[in-house]
Each structure stands twice: as C-alpha cells, then as structure tokens.
C-alpha cells in the first residue's frame, strides 16, 4: 500500500529544517495531527526518550495480545459524492453511505483494514476506543503520515476487547461530513441473552446544507458567526443552542449546548421525515448498540413506552441498570436492553440544550408512523449519566498506589461570549492548561505506571474528553476506580478525575472530542518515555 513520500517525526531519520516554522506546519499538516512537534518543541528533551509509534515495543506488546489466529479484512474507500438523508440530499465525503459500513470482529482478531482515499484532500482512520497498536491510531504527524489523495494505507492490527466502536478521521473537522461507521466487537464467551440486536448511529449534519463543516469553523473562529456557526457558549443560550426560545434552551444535565446550531439531526443517516424503520416483535429482547458519531452535539435518547436496561459503556460491561432515556456526549457509546411492546414507537434523540431531534421508528405491528417531533414524556423521566453506573465483574479496574497525577485545566474563549477561565480572551480558542495543541506540554508517563488525570473544567460548557489508545476508570465519590469508560463528559465548571494503566506504549491523542474545540486547540498528547 502507498503512502505519502514525507518524512514524519516519528520516522527516526526525521529532523525539523530550522527554517520551517511550527505555523507553517501546522497548515501543512491538514489540521488535527500536529503533536509530534508539539511534543519535540515543549520537552526541550531528546527525541530518542520518546516511545515512537515506530519503537519495538509497540508491535511487542501487540504480538503479546491473545489472538483467535482469524483475520478479518475489510475495504473502506473515501470518496466525495451526493447521499440522500431521507429528503434533503446533500454533496459530502462519506465511505459510500452514512453511516458508514459496519465492521463486525471478535475480540483477539486480526483486523486488516485497506483504506483508498478518493478525497481531494488528506484523510486517516482513527479507530475510536480501540486499544491498539499506537502506530495504527490514525493520528497524522503523531502515529502516521497522512493519507494523501489518490493513494492508500494498510490498517493492520488486533482488537483486544469487545465492544461498541466506531471509526472516523482525525483530519481537521472531517468527522463532521459523512465519514464514520461502526465497529462491532463480539465476545465469544458473552452469553448473549437477547434476539436480535440493533446498531443505531446518532449524528448532527451541516454539510451540503450551504456550509461546510471547513466554513463553519472558520466562521467560529472569525467570531462573526451566527446560526449555523454561532455561539452556544452561555449555558445554551446563544444561538448556536438552535436559535431562541423552544423546547430545551438551557440543559439541565449538562448546563450548556454546543457551539452550532444545525439544521439537521439523524438517526443511521436519515431525517425525522423519513425515518429508520428497527423492525421486532412483541416480546422480545434487542440488543440496542448506541454510537454519538456527532460533532457538536450530546444526545438524550428514550424509547417511547419502553424502558431501558444499560449494560455496556464505551464497550465495556456495567452493572446493568434501568431508565427512561440516557444521555451520550459526543464519541461516547452505549449498549442498551429492550423488551419490545406491541405498536409502533418513537425512538428520539433529543439534541441536549439545543431544538432539534433525531428519530427512528421502533415496529412490532401495524400503527401510525411517530410524528418528527414526537417527545415521548420518557425523556423527562429518569436520564442515565456515568454517575449512575458501575463497572462489571470483569471491567473492574483493580485499585493500586497512583504513581503519577497530572491535572488537565480545560480553558477557552469563544470572543468573549462565555468560553470561561483559562484560556486567551479573543476569538475562539480552547486550551489544554492554557495552552493550544501547537504549543502543548504533553503529559508524560511511563510503561507500567497507574497514571490520574484530573479533568477540570474551567469554562461554561461541557467537555467530552476522550484519551486514545486506553481505556479509563472514572474514580468514584470514595475514591475508587469505578465504570470503564474512553470517553467522559465534563460539565461546566466541574472536575472529573480518571485513572489508567499505562500498558500501550507510544503517543496518543487526549483531546475533547467536540471537533470544532479540538481543532481550535483543546488536545493534547499521553506521551510515553523510556
């Protein structure tokens, strides 16, 4: 498979040319993947201390995953073209539909993966939640080189746990076009228990619409936007939470919305006037796998007429528990029972602080179709979060001596409309303890150590944060390891701290997993060091 000609950072021949200056980079890179000279500009430390992608641990410590002997292939080609939501069609970048293709593996598989990009313009994979090898995370300039257009790359690596995942690219805003699906992990030796299952992928849409996901934020950050890139910044109440007045203007879970208001939101790729159809009967259990594939947005999720049983978080097992909606962040997922009723029902993603809804119908027998704003009152019922959930017999993290702390201070301004403390106080930026991804000080760590961060959020929004390659215990209100989780929402002006075993060496992407803060600095990088 090609690959771009360039010399990286992690290539070990590389060296920076003095004379190419870290802005000048930065726009070559494309967008998201600039850590390595974050990393060889902020340490002041020699490059050979760093654990490179490219280092022999990182294929030794895959090689010592249990592996089933059984190799899974799949294509993924990235191309422009026009997809149909339902209605509205619309000219983006997608993997030949939205969602994109599912790719179902057990846990311990070999997964190979070709991807074509067929874009005018760079791209990668980014395997969401997966603990893999660090030089396949999909990450430009800090575990490989970009995918140029008109060339391809081989994904090969081994997926050590099951679960719910999705992929997407890790290239400037490219998540926010028609470029993800789902990966499906499945446990051998999990009993099942249910009749049939159901993949359900959530997503806000603005490409096509007028705007681009690229003009959207360069509006944010002109801080001239409005509507579509306005702002959402305080607590929900600007324009970006879907315009004034109606249904959810302020969030009550989570105190504020996102920064864009869209004009679409989905359920597996199509509007509420044309909706999905998840089709049972009366009686039976559904596995229901819950993926937040959107950009901006956190979603509340209820069943009318049913409950929910959650049972699994970011992919791994909690004990289960019941509600009537659950609330997901952006890049989370979540695995859901339901026993199925006798009709047809609305299933509603409520987009959080913002108007606007996603919808499928849910059918086991004749009825009318749900109308596109149906609220079923379940979503004012009781809403599932982390704080309610504990982890399963075998994802609970075993507690040990903490043998490094580091504190992430989440900052940021958008213009002086509400982005809080921490950050600069003109246009939109957000910060990483004060500091964008291009001057960044990564967090350091070492292989075997149990490594806390503490998330604080020091803005009015919330923040799903996200680290590669590991997953992460959410310490509980004694102190303790509690659910296992990838991806963690943290409310304004509120702390969330998590503990993980640095056991998958190399350098990987922390970062909050709204794309347009990302791109507008709030990443960092878990850094390891011998």
């Not at 021949?13 to 990393?39: E, H, K, M, Q």
């Amino acid at each position: 498979m090609s690959r771009s000609s360039t010399r990286h950072w992690f290539d070990p021949a590389y060296t920076v040319p003095p004379s190419v200056s870290l802005a000048r980079r930065a726009v070559l890179a494309g967008g998201a993947g600039l850590a390595g000279l974050g990393v060889l500009a902020a340490c002041g430390a020699p490059p050979s201390r760093l654990v490179r992608p490219t280092s022999p641990v990182v294929g030794a410590v895959d090689r010592a995953r249990r592996h089933t002997g059984r190799t899974v292939t799949s294509r993924l080609v990235a191309a422009p073209g026009r997809v149909d939501l339902g209605g509205p069609v619309v000219d983006t970048w997608s993997f030949g539909s939205v969602p994109g293709p599912t790719i179902r593996a057990r846990a311990g598989d070999r997964l190979v993966v070709d991807l074509s990009n067929g874009l005018p313009a760079p791209t990668t994979v980014h395997w969401h939640g997966i603990a893999l090898r660090n030089d396949m995370d999909g990450v430009p300039d800090m575990t490989q080189a970009s995918v140029a257009p008109n060339t391809s790359f081989r994904y090969d690596f081994t997926v050590p746990d099951p679960g719910t995942y999705f992929f997407h690219p890790h290239v400037g805003v490219q998540l926010d076009r028609g470029l993800y699906g789902v990966l499906v992990v499945d446990d051998p030796a999990e009993p099942g228990a249910y009749d049939q299952e159901w993949v359900v992928v959530l997503d806000d849409w603005v490409d096509g619409t007028g705007q681009t996901p690229d003009q959207v934020l360069a509006s944010l950050k002109s801080a001239t936007g409005s509507g579509m890139g306005g702002m959402g910044g305080m607590g929900g109440m600007g324009m970006g939470g879907g315009g004034m007045g109606g249904e959810s203007m302020r969030s009550p879970l989570l105190g504020g919305a996102g920064d864009v208001a869209y004009p679409y939101y989905l359920v597996n790729g199509r509007v509420p006037a044309a909706p999905v159809t998840l089709t049972g009967r009366p009686g039976q259990r559904v596995r229901v796998r819950l993926v937040n594939a959107a950009s901006d947005t956190a979603f509340r999720v209820a069943v009318g007429g049913h409950q929910l049983s959650l049972t699994h978080a970011d992919g791994f097992p909690v004990v289960p528990v019941t509600g009537d909606a659950v609330l997901l962040g952006m890049g989370e997922r979540v695995d859901v029972m339901l026993t199925l009723g006798d009709g047809a029902f609305p299933l509603v993603a409520s987009a959080e602080g913002k108007q606007g809804q996603g919808l499928a119908v849910v059918r086991t027998a004749a009825g009318q179709v749900p109308s596109p704003a149906a609220r079923p009152v379940e979503l004012d019922g009781r809403v599932l979060t982390v704080a309610d959930l504990s982890p399963g017999a075998s994802a609970i993290l075993p507690a040990r001596r903490v043998d490094r702390t580091h504190d992430l201070v989440l900052g940021g301004s958008m213009g002086g409309m509400g982005g809080g403390m921490g950050g600069s106080s003109a246009g939109y930026v957000w910060t990483i303890n004060g500091r964008t991804f291009d001057r960044q000080r990564p967090l350091d760590v070492r292989q075997g150590e149990r490594v806390r961060l503490r998330l604080k959020n020091a803005t009015m929004m919330f923040h799903p944060m996200h680290v590669h390659g590991h997953t992460f215990a959410v310490v509980d209100a004694s102190g303790r390891p509690g659910v296992r989780k990838d991806t963690v929402i943290v409310a304004p002006m509120r702390t969330v701290t998590v503990d993980l075993d640095a056991t998958n060496p190399g350098q990987w992407m922390t970062h909050c997993h709204n794309a347009y803060h990302g791109e507008a600095g709030m990443m960092t990088t878990l850094s390891y060091r011998t």
